[in-house]
T-cell receptor, first 111, second 112 residues
Framework: RKEVEQDPGPFNVPEGATVAFNCTYSNSASQSFFWYRQDCRKEPKLLMSVYSSGNEDGRFTAQLNRASQYISLLIRDSKLSDSATYLCVVNVKAAGNKLTFGGGTRVLVKP | DAMVIQNPRYQVTQFGKPVTLSCSQTLNHNVMYWYQQKSSQAPKLLFHYYDKDFNNEADTPDNFQSRRPNTSFCFLDIRSPGLGDAAMYLC???????????FGDGTRLSIL
């Protein structure tokens, strides 16, 4: 089983709609969680950190469910510019400074 | 302003010809990382430095070496590139445990 798993998609989303997807992690000692966005042939960019109580940044909402070991990302009022691959990233305390990346979920927002 | 800078953006080298990729940062972060990313795959960690402390991943080929002469700079040396080494190479930095990583624009390496 992979340490961090994501549905690769693509999620085809009408412009203006809401889309949500999850990421599961296998190590219960995971302690830090992030969502990164990666455009085609570009570098990953930090979208948001994920906090235990859940957090929101504009149209983006992240949730953490420690009991079921998953995090989620919800995008409201999708824009064409939201089309990208969203990478789930996890830090395990024992791994020190290393992060583990999921394979990414591809989102395509269409007019 | 770019905070993690990679040069060059595109690099073409010949099969077997050594190549060096560079990364610099203005964030004064302790930790610097090198990743390899191939199409439709997650970034794969090659190695990282915590200050001058080098940490190699177990499955990183010996063909890949790294140097960090000071806090700001880190280099990736590929001693004898093979066709399978064609990829995007990403440099990242962080301030330590539990912190997010900040990536440079990457260097796309092609092997002829």
């Amino acid at each position: 089983r992979k340490e961090v798993e994501q549905d690769p998609g693509p999620f085809n989303v009408p412009e203006g709609a809401t889309v949500a997807f999850n990421c599961t992690y296998s190590n219960s000692a995971s302690q830090s969680f992030f969502w990164y966005r990666q455009d085609c042939r570009k570098e990953p960019k930090l979208l948001m950190s994920v906090y235990s109580s859940g957090n929101e940044d504009g149209r983006f909402t992240a949730q953490l469910n420690r009991a079921s070991q998953y995090i989620s990302l919800l995008i409201r009022d999708s824009k064409l510019s939201d089309s990208a691959t969203y990478l789930c990233v996890v830090n395990v305390k024992a791994a020190g400074n290393k992060l583990t990346f999921g394979g990414g979920t591809r989102v395509l927002v269409k007019p | 302003d770019a905070m993690v800078i990679q040069n060059p953006r595109y690099q073409v080298t010949q099969f077997g010809k050594p190549v060096t990729l560079s990364c610099s940062q203005t964030l004064n972060h302790n930790v610097m990382y090198w990743y390899q990313q191939k199409s439709s795959q997650a970034p794969k960690l090659l190695f990282h430095y915590y200050d001058k402390d080098f940490n190699n991943e177990a499955d990183t080929p010996d063909n890949f070496q790294s140097r960090r002469p000071n806090t700001s700079f880190c280099f990736l040396d590929i001693r004898s590139p093979g066709l399978g080494d064609a990829a995007m190479y990403l440099c990242a930095t962080s301030s330590g445990n539990n912190q997010p990583q900040h990536f440079g624009d990457g260097t796309r390496l092609s092997i002829l």
